[in-house]
């Protein structure tokens, strides 16, 4: 995440049938605001069978966590879900104090987090940079073709006015682009500097927009036409529900950000990382943004019911192999 992206398609009832399959996976998941960390850990257990897997805060990271753990759980391991956890920096040490076992992250983030001074752009860079980064602690599996990662995006009629396909046919544009994103695009090294040193889009100061709240606001003012060019991240569905396209960057200014699976390495075996490589091979980007619609849209399917459904249309509920 037959192709994923077909589930698209399907209606609302179909949806709220799958829930009702996710009851088995209700008592795994937090509680209300409870701390989902609240009953810590213990780095005594040696059962490699038995696996808590976390996310973090927000749906699609839960998404694929329940992924992981009911094709984990259809592997015979037994499994606890930890959602809603937080950032990376509450996360990455609650699989060291083993408080967690398990978690999706994504590669280019992570090395940044591990190794501050990183510059590992392309996926297989930053893959190699990552698996040296990790140190003794912490391991990862085979990542996934699926990535979730920064875009610099336009409206259909834009990218046809004036025949963009790629940010570098944005930058001869500069002076008339509004450019909305975080505020704090304006100053990171992948943001605006990072776009005019490594194509020449040199955004005015007078032109930055900056839009707190994230993916729907920037959405929402990019297709209202109050801005030009936005930020977005390539997994939002409203991506496809405005039709907005996305400019390519040949040069990798935005870091490559593919799903991977962060574990503590002593909680490693080869059956583990079977499992998690079965899954890292079927999921898609293009899975991510409709899992993404699913939970988030309008139909609001829980996480865990998203993932039982992708978990079952992937042939991933018997063992692999």
């Known amino acids: 995440m037959p192709r994923w992206k077909d589930i698209m398609a399907a209606t609302p009832l179909r949806w ?5 399959l996710a009851l088995a996976l209700v008592g795994t998941a937090a509680c209300g605001n409870s701390d ?13 069978n038995k696996i808590a897997v976390g996310s973090a805060d927000f749906p699609e990271s839960s998404t694929i966590a329940f992924i ?33 076992d398990l978690i999706p992250d994504y590669t280019g983030n992570l090395l940044r987090y591990l190794n501050k001074d990183a510059t590992a752009t392309s996926s297989a860079d930053v893959d190699k940079a990552l698996t040296e980064a990790l140190g003794d602690s912490l391991a990862i599996s085979t990542p996934a073709p699926a990535e979730d990662k920064d875009a610099v995006v336009v409206t259909k009629d834009t990218a046809d006015r004036w025949k963009l396909t790629s940010i570098a046919d944005l930058a001869s544009h500069s002076a008339e682009v509004k450019f909305g ?6 100053k990171r090294p992948v943001g605006l500097p990072g776009l005019k040193a490594n194509y020449g889009l040199d955004i005015l100061p007078d032109n930055f927009v900056p839009i707190e709240g994230g ?28 039709n907005f396209v996305v400019l390519a960057d040949p040069k990798n200014n935005f870091p490559a950000q593919n799903v991977v699976p962060l574990f ?9 990382v079977k499992v998690l490589d079965a899954v890292s091979a079927k999921l898609t980007t293009d899975d991510l943004i409709a899992l993404n619609d699913s939970v988030s849209g309008d139909a609001k399917v829980e996480t865990s019911a998203a993932a039982q459904q992708w978990v079952a249309d992937h042939g991933l509920k018997t063992p692999v192999g």
Do not use: H, M, W
């Open 16 to 20: 709220l049938t799958t829930a009702a």
């Open 36 to 48: 989902p960390l609240s009953s810590g850990g213990s780095c005594d257990s040696k059962d490699p």
């Open 68 to 100: 992981y753990a009911e094709a984990l759980r259809n592997n015979g391991f037994d499994v606890v879900v930890k959602p809603n956890i937080g950032s990376r920096e509450a996360y990455v040490p609650a699989v060291e104090d083993c408080s967690i």
């Open 181 to 186: 994103a975080p505020g704090e695009f304006q």
């Open 215 to 242: 993916g729907p606001a920037t959405a929402n003012e990019l297709n209202s036409g109050a801005i030009t060019a936005a930020n977005i991240f390539t997994t939002s569905p409203a991506i496809k529900k405005y």
């Open 264 to 272: 503590r390495a002593d909680k490693r075996s080869d059956k583990l």
